[in-house]
């Protein structure tokens, strides 16, 4: 059999009008600031705060004043400057063959960047690996599109053909211990001694915190700013997601696949930490295993949504198998109860 033909920009932009943004057309009615609370503001009035109001929009003189607390009130401007802050470590190549994360993350950013685009906004991006690797200017119609869409494919394309790193190779790499969720997780269920004999290789692993500040400052103007990352990072990027949603519009996508918390009942195996390389022997056949995995893989979720609450941001999970427009109505909804 013949090798598979790369994907190309223009027929992922094309797919994606049709199998998504037209649906997206038909339950949104072409209104997409139920997905992005504009960051091109422009102040109108104030109002007495309700339960549920945004407190940085609190008008801290005349709250002071009257001894009651008053929100400004905002007309959103459609034509505003978007970023997609990208993150294209190597853990967003997990998932299955036909749709791994980073795949999942082309779509995201290309279907955004095309709505955005659409309603005259101007859209940049900020590719992450391990650092910052390709700033796109913020431009705006077809063409921005095609160009955000074509670097990540690019780059997805590379990694797939790239060969696989041997031990050696990631015991080369900076260790950042700790961050992995692998470690996390399995060694939570198994403990430390559970690996099998396997040796543990030390690899980098993405430091999200450190991409967010870089990314603050980059992003001068206020702001729409689109975070797309399975949030598989080290720990210490809640301080810099909070300096970053002060000064813009921040909404963060999470990009997760089920079976980072869900193992199949496949015997032994051994799992590999895509970004550490480290390998442990487990026994999926194991139900108690499972059902402990699952357990912790939950706590830790709860705790990084938490995290991103007491950021200012709220987190919303794109996963690899659902579908994309449910998983955008799905933030569509959410951030109207939010507004109410």
Do not use: C
């Not at 027929?11 to 609370?37: A, I």
């Not at 001894?67 to 401007?77: C, N, Q, S």
């Not at 980072?260 to 590999?272: C, F, H, K, Q, R």
């Not at 999926?284 to 979720?301: I, K, M, N, P, W």
């Amino acid at each position: 059999m013949g090798a598979t033909t790369p994907l190309s920009a223009e027929s992922l932009l094309r797919r994606l009008e049709w199998r998504v943004v037209r649906r997206l057309d038909g339950r949104l009615q072409g209104d997409y600031r139920t997905l992005f609370r504009g960051a091109g503001l422009d102040f109108t009035d104030l109002r007495e705060y309700v339960p549920g109001d945004d407190l940085r929009h609190i008008e801290w003189n005349v709250t002071a004043r009257l001894d009651e607390p008053y929100v400004r009130e905002f007309v959103e401007d459609r034509e505003l400057t978007a970023w997609l802050l990208l993150d294209h470590s190597a853990s967003m190549g997990f998932g299955p063959v036909d749709r791994q994360k980073d795949l999942v993350l082309a779509e995201v950013a290309t279907t955004l960047a095309h709505v955005l685009t659409r309603g005259g906004s101007r859209v940049g991006a900020i590719v992450m690996d391990t650092g910052v690797d390709l700033v796109i200017p913020p431009a705006s119609g077809r063409n921005q599109v095609l160009r955000i869409a074509k670097t990540l494919l690019d780059r997805r394309e590379s990694r797939t053909s790239a060969p696989t790193p041997t031990p050696s190779d990631r015991r080369k790499a900076t260790n950042r211990e700790g961050a992995s969720p692998l470690r996390r997780g399995l060694r939570r269920v198994l403990g430390r001694g559970a690996s099998a004999g396997v040796p543990t290789p030390s690899g980098t692993v993405t430091d999200l915190g450190a991409l967010l500040a870089a990314a603050y400052g980059i992003v001068k103007r206020r702001s729409l700013v689109l975070v797309v990352s399975d949030f598989i990072t080290a720990d210490g990027w809640e301080a810099p997601l909070a300096r970053m949603a002060q000064r813009h519009e921040v909404v963060a996508l999470q990009v997760v696949d089920p079976r980072e918390s869900e193992l199949p009942d496949a015997g032994g195996i051994y799992v590999e930490d895509a970004e550490t390389g480290e390998q442990i022997f487990v026994d999926t056949s194991d139900a108690g295993f499972r059902a402990r995995l699952a357990e912790v893989a939950g706590a830790r979720q709860a705790d990084l949504e938490a995290r991103a609450r007491k950021a200012g941001v709220d987190l919303y999970p794109v996963r690899t198998d659902d579908d994309l427009v449910r998983s955008l109505l799905r933030v569509s909804e959410l951030r109207r109860r939010r507004r109410r």
